[in-house]
């Protein structure tokens, strides 16, 4: 029997939610371990794994970090993106997509809001303008949506696309709580995915994150 993988992330969902959302939707066990920040500073000072960053997965295949290779090979791995190389293609397509998004909240908002630098004087419109960046990717992740015409974006189980879209919605939604109904797509996107039913008793008992709820 194949050993489980153990993925090593913080008490949070950050960059590995999505990776154990994969796990739990394939019905595949993985040990999910948690650290805390002064642990990890000094674990991996004694016994230094990758590159020092979380989260990091250890396979039967061998040690991976970097979030998204990570997802990426749990859901080749456990059939969850896609069946062909289009439909690879389109699951990788929303996620770069989506860490577009994450990154540039992160660069001209979360900065300000959760690491300290002072906000400008205009930040509102600074927000505005992320908002906008935001949903015109949302709206064009519905245009290849709606050209795939399945229940979920790539087909008519959750997959990888899905899970990354819903958990990167999430870690912006310290300045945009309504981010979810930025438009009347992904207000719908997120019911379809919230009341899935592995996803949805997941979502009702998941640990509570220690950063900021992100
Ligand atoms: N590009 C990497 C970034 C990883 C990263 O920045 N991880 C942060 C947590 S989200 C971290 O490990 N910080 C603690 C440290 O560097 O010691 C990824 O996507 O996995």
């Given amino acids: 029997m194949a050993t489980q993988d153990t993925l090593l992330y913080f008490s949070s969902r950050g960059r590995a939610e999505a ?10 066990e993985f040990n999910d ?18 590159l020092g960053q979380l989260p990091v997965l250890f396979t039967e295949d061998g040690v991976f970090c970097q979030s998204n290779v990570i997802a990426r090979y749990v859901a080749k791995k ?9 439909e690879e293609t389109t699951h990788d397509l929303v ?3 989506t860490m577009e998004f994450i990154n540039y909240n992160g660069q001209n908002i979360y900065k ?21 960046y935001i949903t015109k990717r949302l709206l064009y992740i519905q245009s290849i949506a709606e050209k795939e015409g399945k229940e979920y974006i790539v087909s008519d189980e959750i ?25 009347p797509w992904t207000t719908e996107f997120a019911a379809k995915f919230t009341s899935n039913k592995k996803m ?9 994150s220690q950063f900021h709820g992100l």
């Fill in 95 to 97: 996620v770069e997509i």
């Fill in 112 to 132: 300000h809001v959760l690491f300290g630098v002072p906000e400008p004087e205009n930040f509102a419109e600074v927000k505005e303008e992320v908002k906008e």
């Fill in 159 to 183: 997959g990888l696309a899905d899970i990354w879209l819903y958990t990167g919605l999430e870690l912006c939604r310290v300045p945009f709580p309504d981010i979810m109904d930025f438009t």
């Fill in 33 to 50: 371990t948690r650290t805390t920040n002064e642990k990890w500073l000094q674990e991996k000072n004694e016994n230094p794994v990758a």
């Fill in 19 to 28: 990776i154990r959302m994969l796990y739990l939707m394939a019905g595949r």
């Fill in 78 to 86: 456990l059939g969850l993106m896609g069946d062909n190389l289009r």
């Fill in 200 to 208: 949805k008793s997941y979502l009702e008992s998941r640990p509570p």
